[in-house]
């Protein structure tokens, strides 16, 4: 899944037993997975921290959990640490974080991210415009919100349910629906006023 070199393990077994708390790990997981704006994050998981679905790792002196929702995102990852003039810096390289390896068995948020950015987004962008996912509502509701030439713009009802939701509930039948979260009486970079 991911690799932790020598050195960034040595760094991390260190930082982690500077902790006050016995027991601490690090938890490795990637936000918005499978977008142009997914970050692999490393961060502390205090013990009861590590979610269900979670992958436990044990290394020389410490633990990783790896997020099971990222695990498809974090397929050779790679975690380095190299010292230099200021100490030294943690880095995380992680080359699927932002390519949809989504199939009809991903967690539903990813499927729709999957086709707001791959098919929706590339549309908008014409415009200026963009959608991102806020949420999905227990009744299997997609809250989204529109951004740049899309926000307060005149025609955001029909780009809405003619051409957004129409598409999400085509590539992901388990959607009930969408609603729009966005204020779009702030209309500075609306596309049509």
């Known amino acids: 899944m991911i690799e932790i070199s020598a050195s960034a393990q040595t760094y991390l077994?260190?930082?982690l037993s500077n902790q006050e708390q016995e027991g601490v790990a690090i938890r490795i997981f990637v936000a918005q997975p499978g977008t142009p704006q997914a970050e692999t994050c490393i961060a502390y998981c205090r013990p009861g921290e590590e979610q269900d679905g979670d992958i436990a790792v044990e290394?020389?002196?410490f633990r990783a959990w790896f997020e099971g929702r990222s695990e498809p995102y974090l397929e050779d990852a790679?975690?380095?640490y190299q010292e230099?003039?200021?100490?030294?810096?943690?880095?995380?390289?992680?080359?699927?974080?932002?390519?949809?390896?989504v199939g009809p068995d991903a967690p539903l948020e990813d499927r729709i991210n999957y086709v707001l950015y791959n098919?929706?987004?590339?549309?908008?962008?014409?415009h200026g415009g963009m959608v991102s996912l806020v949420e999905?509502?227990?009744?299997?509701m997609a809250v989204l919100q529109f951004g740049g030439g899309c926000q307060g713009c005149a025609a955001v009802d029909i780009t809405l349910k003619g051409s957004v939701e129409t598409t999400l509930l085509e590539r992901v039948?388990?959607?009930?629906?969408?609603?729009?979260?966005t204020d779009h009486s702030v209309t500075e970079n609306a596309y049509y006023s």
Request: avoid cysteine.
């Open 13 to 15: 077994h260190d930082l």
């Open 59 to 61: 290394y020389e002196g």
């Open 78 to 80: 790679e975690v380095d």
């Open 84 to 101: 230099d003039q200021m100490g030294g810096q943690l880095t995380i390289k992680a080359p699927n974080a932002r390519i949809p390896k």
């Open 119 to 126: 098919e929706i987004n590339p549309g908008l962008a014409a």
């Open 136 to 140: 999905v509502t227990e009744e299997a």
């Open 173 to 181: 039948p388990e959607l009930k629906g969408v609603q729009d979260l």
